[in-house]
């Protein structure tokens, strides 16, 4: 059983679940057998880039990789609003309004650090039980309520007369659609997306995701090893702590260590270069959060 994370440069027209069943046929034709297989972060069909696929051990930290930070590459077009603030939506609200360079210079300081966001009507969340977008496919009013985000950092990359591509570092629940709309309201105009392009998930950057041609050559025969990061690639941004055999032994059965001189907050822990669990240190005392079952490997 494979344990470890394929970074999928997902492209456009691809749904995230999409991708997974992609990961798995590919495990199938090599001969992997079943093999779980998860994702840390839905891109919607009409985004590319950045999509970490979790095999084995590593989905159990999928939670995880929801809660990381993002970075972000985007496309603003002035002038064209659409119900939902991107290309695959209808016109609902046009200006004769476009935004030089300096006007948009001006108003992006207003958008960082932490601001409040209202969700695009055609998103995921749930209101009574419903998916927003399917509530407002069915013509329903859609009222979001506004959340709290950070943007960490936010560039311009490139601007004409009609459009501007930015680049957005940002917390997790970030809407880019939402962030867009309202970087158009306060130029006095409107916006929509028109690309959009994830550059990094957690610690997975651009450089290391793969093409889909070449995640379907693990199906024809090249070794799984060409495309698959290991487990902890995905904890390179949280401390070690490192286990000596007893320990790494109590921390499997999920008892609690103490005595620790580490700071308090998150930490994996390892036994050598083996991955044992995640564990919540406080004051000393660290607590099983998550437990990786590779003891065999470590054997």
């Known amino acids: ?3 470890g994370w394929i970074i999928l440069d997902k492209p456009l027209g691809l749904g995230s679940t999409q991708a997974v069943g992609a990961v798995k046929r590919v495990c199938r034709e090599a001969g992997l ?35 990381a930070s993002k970075a972000y590459a985007f496309t603003v077009q002035f002038g064209t609003q659409t119900d939902t603030l991107d290309l695959e939506g209808q016109v609902i609200a046009e200006s004769p309004v476009r935004p030089t360079l300096t ?3 001006a108003v992006l300081p207003g958008f960082t650090g ?3 966001q209202v969700p ?42 009609a459009c501007a591509t930015l680049i957005a ?30 550059l990094k998930a957690g610690p997975f950057g651009i450089e290391a995701a793969i093409s889909l041609d070449k ?16 487990l902890e690639a995905g904890l390179v941004d949280i401390p070690a702590l490192d ?22 907050g998150l930490h994996w822990a390892r036994s050598g270069t083996v991955p044992v669990a995640l564990m919540e240190l406080v004051g000393g005392t660290a607590t099983v959060v998550r437990g990786f079952n590779l003891s065999d490997v470590a054997e």
């Open 114 to 116: 932490p601001i409040e």
């Open 169 to 198: 570092h940002v917390s997790k629940g970030t809407y880019i659609r939402s962030l867009a709309r309202d970087i158009a309201l306060a130029l006095g105009t409107v916006g929509h997306v028109t690309m959009l392009r994830r």
């Open 33 to 67: 057998g079943k093999v779980k297989v998860g994702h840390g972060g839905t891109l919607d069909p009409l985004a590319t880039g950045v999509l970490p696929i979790a095999l084995g051990e590593a989905t159990k930290l999928c939670g995880q990789m929801l809660d």
């Open 120 to 161: 695009p009507a055609y998103s995921a969340l749930k209101i009574d039980g419903e998916r927003a977008y399917d509530l407002a496919r069915k013509g329903a009013a859609v009222e979001l309520k506004s959340r709290a985000v950070t943007i960490h950092s936010l560039e311009i990359s490139a601007a004409d007369a």
């Open 243 to 264: 286990l000596g055999p007893e320990q790494a032994s109590m921390v499997r059965q999920g008892r609690v260590l103490t005595g620790l001189p580490h700071t308090d």
């Open 215 to 230: 995640l379907n050559e693990v199906g024809k025969c090249a070794p799984l090893e060409n495309v698959l990061l290991p």
């Open 1 to 3: 059983m494979p344990h």
């Open 103 to 105: 006007q948009i210079e």
